[in-house]
């Protein structure tokens, strides 16, 4: 079974920053598009909200993060990371990551979710942004 697990999330205040982790567990991230996925507090939908190509060649970032998230990877770690900056309560939620094998569209992983067969999905990691 195919294994990724998220970590770095936490409670920080506006315009903080925080850097999640994504790791694979049981196999390498090396060949699989990586995606972050948050769920806001209370809603059912993931938003699509940095995504990496297989090869890292192709990022993409949702409007509301663009900017201020960075997503890149390291295939040496088997991780994949996000770092968040200038966070805003609006960021809150739980981020969840999920790989695909040899996707190389990040666009259409991030966007087009629920058209994609995901290889393996993250319990997720909780980011707070309070005052």
């Known amino acids: 079974q195919l294994r990724v697990m998220e970590s770095g999330g936490g409670e920080v205040r506006p315009g903080g920053s925080l850097t999640l982790s994504c790791a694979g567990q049981?196999?390498?991230?090396?060949?699989?598009?990586v995606g972050w996925f948050r769920q806001a507090p209370g809603k059912e939908r993931k938003e699509g909200v940095a995504?990496?190509?297989?090869?890292?060649?192709?990022?993409y970032y949702s409007d509301s993060v663009k900017g201020r998230f960075t997503i890149s990877r390291d295939n040496a770690k088997r991780t994949v990371y996000l770092q968040l900056d200038n966070l805003e309560p609006e960021d809150s939620g739980d981020y969840h990551c999920?790989?695909?094998?040899?996707?190389?569209?990040?666009?259409?992983?991030?966007?087009?979710?629920?058209?994609?067969?995901?290889?393996?999905w993250g319990k997720g990691s909780l980011v707070t942004v309070s005052s």
């Open positions: 999920a790989a695909n094998y040899l996707q190389e569209d990040a666009q259409r992983m991030c966007a087009d979710r629920p058209l994609i067969s995901f290889d393996s």
């Open positions: 995504c990496i190509s297989a090869t890292g060649g192709r990022t």
């Open positions: 049981t196999f390498s991230l090396d060949l699989y598009a």
